[in-house]
Each structure stands twice: as structure tokens, then as C-alpha cells.
């Protein structure tokens, strides 16, 4: 089940990828297929082999945001001002009212794309670590930086920006900081064994630009927007959730991030919370893509015909999207095909 595909995103990814996985599943029917090797010369790569999942990070944020609704922890129209650290200011709104935590989870907060001031400190390490200068000192700085020139609400503007200052926020709801609220509301729940923010956890899988071995991605003032690290049957137990939410500690949340919120702009397609949504042939597909400077991901699933695809390189994203392209293919493939 998926050999021709996983054989297809090695070629997507070659020649600088030393290690590639494809895990997929159909109604009750599951696989996980490893090529390569951790780096050059390293151990095998494995179902369990932990890779960088750049922006796919933000499903799990949404999943947060959903979890902490259903347990009436907070509001998902919640002005974002009580849940600021003390002595943060909210950015400057010049028009329209304040932004709400369901803004941040789906890029209609007004935010920039990144926060003022990330991109100067980012130049010194801009091919291999270019957000590891930027942690909770230069978050709230940048907040008190920004004014926004558009009504939260009224538009769709991509935001890792928002979406990294939604995680903060969550976790400074729950008293805490984002990878153990991660570890204590998704991971334990699923019975997630790989998923971490640790830089270095067992497995890592080292990331590549074109041939180059590159340093563990950090991202410490926004991990809510790219952070997060799995492997292979990891994020095949995580799509599977979805496609079965039940009745668990979950399951509401789970229901709740696939409910459509906007369509986007240009498009047919629409937005959940974080996921991407795509009517295709009488069916839903859901998904996301994620890349860091040495790793590229593409998660989606089908509800209608229990179909998931993650599909994991360790190398940066090409210009024209080609692995990423090769995972959606192989999920809208594999969903329209007879079981």
C-alpha cells in the first residue's frame, strides 16, 4: 500500500534527501514505508525516525486551541488581552476591534506574516537557524512593536506570526510552556511516542540544504508555529484521530478543528482551523504542508473514506513544491481509489 508513492517523493527529493517516509492508511488498512538513512553514512531511517515538521506544527496548535475550548478553559472569541503574559502589550489596533484568539487560528488576525524585528536577528544564521535569536524577550517587544493596518477579521493573511503568539497565549492559559502542553493535551492522549519539541530527541533524523547537514531547527519564541518534530506512525496515529475522533478526551476537539470557518480568498478552497480544506470529487480533503531549512512535510486526510497520508524528507522545501505536490497526490489518489 503507497510503495509506488513513497518510491515517487524519494525521487521528489532527491538527490539531497538521505532519508524519506510515507505513512498511509485506508479504512483499516495502515503503512509506514522508510527509505535512507538518518544522514550520510548514520543508521537506517525507521517508522520511529523523527523529522521536522516545520509549519504542520500549526495543526497541532489548533488542536490545542479546540481542546482547551471544549474543556471551557477559554473561548475561542476570547479577546487575546487577558491571556497575555503580565506586562505584555497586544499590538495596536488602529481600526475595527481586538483580536480573538479564533483570528489567530485562522490568519485573519491582521498580524504580519513575522513579527517586526525577527528578521534582523534572523540574517546571521538565515541558511541554517534563522529563528533560534528570536525567544520570549523579542515576542513581547515585537508585540509592543506592531500596529495593525487591516480590522481583525476581515481578511486572510498568512501568519506565523499569529500562529506562534497563539501558542504562547495557550500556554500561559494553562500556566505552563508549549511542549509540555503539548506533551500533556495531545501527545499523552493519542499515546503519541515520537511527537516532541526537544531539538534533539532519540532518532533525530539530521536535515539537509541541498548537500549539506544542517544544526537542529530552534524556534524558541514562536514553537506553536514550527516546533514540533514526529515520526512516521507518530503522525499516522495523529491523522487517524481525526478520522476516528470518538467520544475521548479528544474527541470534540478533534471534530472541531475539521469544521470549515472561511473560504479563502482567490479560491475554492476553504480553511478550518489551521487545515486547509478541499472539495474534490464529493469528498473532503484536509491538509497541510510544513518545512524548515533542512526538512519538508505534507500531512492530509479524507473523512470520507478514512484515508492519511504524511509524507516526511530531510531536505528543505524545493521552489516548486514538488515533495509537498507528491504527498497531496498520493492522498487525493489514494482517497478516490476503490478500497
Not at 481542546?67 to 473561548?75: F, I
Not at 493573511?157 to 500556554?171: E, F
Not at 495531545?186 to 511527537?195: E, I, K, N
Request: with cysteine; glycine share 12%.
Amino acid at each position: 500500500m503507497g510503495d509506488q508513492d513513497a518510491e515517487r517523493l524519494v525521487a521528489a527529493a532527491a538527490p539531497f534527501a538521505t532519508a524519506v517516509t510515507l505513512a498511509v492508511a485506508r479504512g483499516e488498512r495502515q503503512a509506514v514505508h522508510s527509505r535512507g538513512r538518518l544522514s550520510h553514512g548514520g543508521a537506517p531511517c525507521t517508522p520511529d525516525s523523527v523529522f521536522e515538521l516545520g509549519s504542520v506544527t500549526k495543526t497541532f496548535t489548533a488542536l490545542l486551541l479546540a481542546s482547551m475550548t471544549a474543556h471551557g478553559e477559554l473561548g475561542p472569541t476570547d479577546p487575546i488581552e487577558p491571556y497575555l503574559p503580565r506586562h505584555w502589550r497586544p499590538p495596536a489596533v488602529r481600526r475595527g476591534g481586538p483580536i480573538r484568539l479564533l483570528h489567530l487560528a485562522t490568519h485573519t488576525s491582521g498580524l504580519p506574516r513575522l513579527p517586526p524585528g525577527l528578521l534582523k536577528s534572523a540574517l546571521p544564521a538565515w541558511s541554517s537557524n534563522p529563528y533560534a535569536a528570536f525567544r520570549d524577550e523579542q515576542l513581547q517587544a515585537a508585540l509592543a512593536r506592531t500596529t495593525l493596518r487591516r480590522r481583525p477579521g476581515s481578511r486572510f493573511g498568512y501568519s506565523n506570526y499569529g500562529v506562534g503568539l497563539l501558542g504562547r497565549l495557550l500556554a500561559e492559559s494553562a500556566s505552563t510552556d508549549y511542549p509540555a502542553l503539548l506533551a500533556d493535551r495531545v501527545c499523552r492522549p493519542l499515546g503519541l511516542r515520537t511527537t516532541t519539541c526537544s531539538p534533539d530527541p532519540p532518532g533525530r533524523v539530521v536535515g539537509h540544504h541541498r548537500e549539506r547537514p544542517l544544526p537542529p531547527w530552534h524556534i524558541p519564541g514562536l514553537p506553536g508555529a514550527g516546533a514540533v518534530r514526529a515520526g512516521g506512525a507518530d503522525l499516522l496515529r495523529y491523522l487517524r484521530a481525526h478520522l476516528a475522533p470518538g467520544d475521548g478526551e479528544l474527541g470534540a476537539a478533534l471534530r472541531d478543528v475539521q469544521r470549515p470557518r472561511l473560504r479563502l480568498p482567490h479560491s475554492a478552497d476553504g480553511l478550518c482551523l489551521i487545515w486547509n480544506h478541499r472539495r474534490i470529487g464529493g469528498r473532503d480533503l484536509l491538509f497541510h504542508s510544513g518545512g524548515t531549512r533542512g526538512f519538508t512535510a505534507f500531512v492530509g486526510f479524507c473523512p470520507q473514506t478514512a484515508t492519511a497520508v504524511a509524507a516526511l524528507a530531510n531536505c528543505g522545501p524545493a521552489l516548486d513544491g514538488r515533495f509537498v505536490q507528491g504527498g497531496y497526490e498520493a492522498l487525493k489518489r489514494l482517497s478516490s481509489a476503490q478500497p
